[in-house]
């Protein structure tokens, strides 16, 4: 079924924290899923951080009121998104740095309503991986990136 004429495309994605509380959709392109092993996503997420991801001005916020952000002390260009109310992991994005950086923000893939459409293409950091993690042999990798 096509598009009426002066209707506005829906969204590409959309998803949740656990409890529904925080809600939004992505009107543009999404990115494929990273799996970020670093030591920082194995802490925020409890094992590793799947993300896909969109420009910013993409993402509409459809109900954010318990949404908070998490700065980290020891590397305060960044933030990391979740609900006050269920704890849930949401986003990740860069606050001071280079333009395209800050133009993009990162998507925890769990969060993405099925069919999410967007499949895992990348495992980063690697080298940081949990030592009772085996990394699928299947997907590419990088090691401290």
Same mark, same amino acid.
């Given at each position: 079924?096509?598009?009426?004429?002066?209707?506005?495309?829906?969204?590409?994605?959309?998803?949740?924290?656990?409890?529904?509380?925080?809600?939004?959709?992505?009107?543009?392109?999404?990115?494929?899923?990273?799996?970020?092993?670093?030591?920082?996503?194995?802490?925020?997420?409890?094992?590793?951080? !799947?993300?896909?991801?969109? =420009?910013? $001005?993409?993402?509409?916020?459809?109900? @954010?009121?318990?949404?908070?952000? %998490?700065?980290?002390?020891?590397?305060?260009?960044?933030?990391?998104?979740?609900?006050?109310?269920?704890?849930?992991?949401?986003?990740?994005?860069?606050?001071?740095?280079? !333009?395209?950086?800050?133009? =993009?923000? $990162?998507?925890?893939?769990?969060?993405? @309503?099925?069919?999410?459409?967007? %499949?895992?293409?990348?495992?980063?950091?690697?080298?940081?991986?949990?030592?009772?993690?085996?990394?699928?042999?299947?997907?590419?990798?990088?090691?401290?990136?």
């Amino acid at each position: 079924m096509g598009e009426s004429a002066g209707t506005a495309p829906g969204p590409e994605a959309s998803g949740h924290c656990l409890c529904g509380a925080v809600s939004y959709e992505v009107h543009g392109p999404i990115r494929q899923v990273w799996n970020c092993h670093c030591w920082r996503c194995r802490r925020w997420t409890g094992h590793f951080m !799947a993300a896909s991801g969109c =420009n910013r $001005a993409d993402l509409r916020y459809v109900s @954010d009121a318990t949404l908070a952000w %998490h700065h980290p002390a020891d590397d305060p260009n960044v933030a990391y998104g979740f609900c006050r109310e269920c704890g849930g992991s949401l986003f990740w994005k860069v606050i001071e740095g280079s !333009a395209e950086q800050m133009a =993009n923000i $990162a998507i925890c893939a769990g969060t993405l @309503d099925m069919p999410s459409g967007v %499949h895992t293409e990348l495992a980063i950091f690697v080298d940081d991986a949990a030592d009772y993690h085996t990394l699928d042999p299947s997907v590419p990798t990088r090691g401290g990136e």
